[in-house]
Every structure is written in structure tokens, then in C-alpha cells.
T-cell receptor, first 110, second 113 residues
Framework: EDQVTQSPEALRLQEGESSSLNCSYTVSGLRGLFWYRQDPGKGPEFLFTLYSAGEEKEKERLKATLTKKESFLHITAPKPEDSATYLCAVQAAGSYQLTFGKGTKLSVIP | DVKVTQSSRYLVKRTGEKVFLECVQDMDHENMFWYRQDPGLGLRLIYFSYDVKMKEKGDIPEGYSVSREKKERFSLILESASTNQTSMYLC????????????FGQGTRLTVV
């Protein structure tokens, strides 16, 4: 059974204080790993797809990396508008569906 | 940009009612999904469809059914709504080829009273 565990559950950062969110996964053949951002009361917004170990993707202050067992979402010099819940999901080879972690709620304090 | 539109943002229904949640996508995606999201439980897959008239059960299909008569539209049906189906419902779509991520609608907050 595919599993995704995200840590920490919640993270409070001062504005400008860089940090990382973790996503550990077990899957029978990784087809893709995804990061999403979700604001309260809204649907998840797609951020990145990573396909293989060693791959990295960047978007503004966010950088996602992937190893064979986990992915990190690095946030550099965060701003209050980066406050959201960040979700990680995996898709197994031969599967249509995504398995999601429970998310990390990030709060960036001015 | 991909647009996935859910018919309602908020719904309040009575126990025992038949409830229809509608979802439309405008990017000709083959795959469509229905999830529910609950605090502490995350997103859980109810049903998905990889083609018109095709459907597959997800992790929690009990009490739900789906319909996909046209490629762009995927409906979730609560046959007889119950209070434990109060939740945020999220529709998503994705293309079939090398994965580019699923795109989500804005969600429907359903309350069953």
C-alpha cells in the first residue's frame, strides 16, 4: 500500500527565516511525486512534479527536491503570503490515482 | 490555464436527500477524480474515471456513485445523504500521459443536517 507522511504537521516561521518541509513516501514504483499549495477553503494548487531521484524544481522562493525515499520543499526567505498548507502526493507506476499526505500547515509571521 | 469548475461552493442538504455534485473541466483531460477532505484525514479518493462511461472505486466509495456521460463532466452522487458525509469535496482532472499533475476545482463545502 502506498503511503505518504509529511512532517512537521505545522510550522511557524518568522518572515525571512528559511526552512524545509519533508515528505516521506513508500510506493511500488514511483511514477511521480507532486507538491501542492492549499489556501483555507480552496482547492489545492499544483506546484511541482518530480519524476526521479536527484531531480529539482524551483518556483520563486520554493525549491522541491527528490530522493528515493523522500522529498523536501525548501522555502527560502519566506513571506507572509507563503502561509498555506502544503500537500505532497505520489502516483505509483501503472496507477491513475494520487495518494496524499496530510499536509504541513505553514504560518509565516511578519 | 486549466480550469476545473465545481457547480457549488457551499451546499446544505437534509439527511436522506439525494445530492448531486457537478464538476466540469475545460482542458479535454481523460482522467477525472472526486476526493473528500476532512481535518486530520487529508484527501481521500472516492471515485475516479479514466474515460467516458468508465469509473473506478477509490478508497472510500461507500455511499457514493458517479456518472461520466461526457468527457468534460464528472458528477458525484450521494444516494441518501448522511451527516457523516459532511465534508469538503474536491474534483480534479489530469491528462493521461507522463504525469503533469492533477488540477483541482475550488471545492464544495457540503453540510448534511
Amino acid at each position: 500500500e502506498d503511503q505518504v507522511t509529511q512532517s512537521p504537521e505545522a510550522l511557524r516561521l518568522q518572515e525571512g527565516e528559511s526552512s524545509s518541509l519533508n515528505c516521506s513516501y513508500t510506493v511500488s514504483g514511483l511514477r511521480g511525486l507532486f507538491w501542492y499549495r492549499q489556501d483555507p477553503g480552496k482547492g489545492p494548487e499544483f506546484l511541482f512534479t518530480l519524476y526521479s531521484a536527484g531531480e529539482e524544481k524551483e518556483k520563486e522562493r520554493l525549491k522541491a527536491t527528490l530522493t528515493k525515499k523522500e522529498s523536501f520543499l525548501h522555502i527560502t526567505a519566506p513571506k507572509p503570503e507563503d502561509s498555506a498548507t502544503y500537500l505532497c502526493a505520489v502516483q505509483a507506476a501503472g496507477s491513475y490515482q494520487l495518494t496524499f499526505g496530510k499536509g504541513t500547515k505553514l504560518s509565516v509571521i511578519p | 490555464d486549466v480550469k476545473v469548475t465545481q457547480s457549488s461552493r457551499y451546499l446544505v442538504k437534509r439527511t436522506g436527500e439525494k445530492v448531486f455534485l457537478e464538476c466540469v473541466q475545460d482542458m479535454d483531460h481523460e482522467n477525472m477524480f472526486w476526493y473528500r477532505q476532512d481535518p486530520g484525514l487529508g484527501l481521500r479518493l472516492i471515485y475516479f474515471s479514466y474515460d467516458v462511461k468508465m469509473k473506478e472505486k477509490g478508497d472510500i466509495p461507500e455511499g457514493y456513485s458517479v456518472s461520466r456521460e461526457k468527457k468534460e463532466r464528472f458528477s458525484l452522487i450521494l444516494e441518501s445523504a448522511s451527516t457523516n458525509q459532511t465534508s469538503m469535496y474536491l474534483c480534479a482532472s489530469s491528462p493521461p500521459e507522463r504525469v503533469r499533475g492533477a488540477f483541482f476545482g475550488q471545492g464544495t463545502r457540503l453540510t448534511v443536517v
